[in-house]
């Protein structure tokens, strides 16, 4: 009995030895390092988020949109665009960063159930070209950002030409 015990004792610090001498490698060997290089593959833009290059591309998506009786939540009191019935008309204003095709699918996913979807953008409502109004928005991001004061030289000159 005690002389198996007496020879585990002997053989554990005799392992642990013979373990680090191995992972070191033997004193006259030199461990070659080789530099093993990683083909990673190339990236990729999912196949599911290809760009739409026409509306009919978006039609699927917009008249899911145009069916909907509930809202989407944010700024929506609630109420979806599946809400309106034939004969309706309903004005859209979309901003500067709408996307033309996107608005485009939405009034044909719309005309589709008989409503009339009138297309004001924001910045016709106030008297504005399209390209001014984004010239405010990056101006007022900015002044949000703390980048540019709103009492700028160059804003107050083209304040005092107007």
Known sequence: MRFS?????????????MVII????????????????VAYPAPRWPSYLKRPKSVEE???H?????????????NSPGLGLGLLEPGEEVMIV???TAEDLVVQALAKAL???GVQADIVPNYTLVGVSKEDAEQIRREVLLDRAGI?????????AQAEKR
């Not at 015990?5 to 030895?17: I, Q, S």
């Not at 992972?23 to 390092?33: C, D, H, I, T």
Request: glycine share 10%; proline share 10%.
């Open 5 to 17: 015990h007496v020879k585990r004792l002997c053989l554990a610090p005799t392992a642990f030895v």
């Open 22 to 37: 191995a992972s070191a490698g033997l004193p006259g060997q030199k461990k070659e390092m080789s530099a093993k290089t």
């Open 58 to 60: 978006l039609l699927p």
């Open 62 to 74: 917009a008249r899911d949109l145009a069916r909907n009786k509930a809202g989407f939540g944010g």
């Open 94 to 96: 979309p901003d500067t």
């Open 111 to 113: 005309g589709e159930r």
């Open 148 to 156: 540019r004061s709103p009492r700028s030289p160059e804003r107050m």
